[in-house]
């Protein structure tokens, strides 16, 4: 379900592989999650497309339960899951406008 490089059980990728770095991520154009942009980019041969906020798909993986949020509930989430509320990277939000347009 999610792709990835070095992926561990809950989504982790060589490039952000701390506790909290358990988000994945769908790009608009391949319709698949990804541990992180980084991978995707490595992994296909065009650029992580950001999902747009207003798409009610969901946009967003929990990778420690596999829930699944919309790219609006994801923000409002805080940077907790809503269902298993494992905690999210904050530094996250730097990273905004490659995940969400």
């Avoid at 319709?31 to 942009?37: G, K, M, N, R, T």
């Avoid at 950001?50 to 798909?57: G, I, S, V």
Wanted: glycine letters at 6%.
């Amino acid at each position: 379900m999610i792709k990835g490089i070095g992926l561990d059980d809950e989504g982790r990728c060589r490039h952000w592989h701390s506790f909290h770095d358990v988000v994945a991520n769908r790009c608009a154009q391949c319709d698949e999650f990804y541990a992180c942009y980084q991978c995707h980019d490595a992994m296909v041969t065009h650029h992580f497309c950001p999902m747009p906020l207003t798409d009610e798909r969901v946009a967003v993986l929990c990778g420690a339960c596999h829930f699944g949020m919309t790219g609006q509930m994801y923000l409002k989430a805080n940077y907790y899951c809503p269902k298993c509320h494992h905690p999210f990277n904050n530094q996250c939000a730097r990273h905004i406008e490659i995940y969400f347009s």
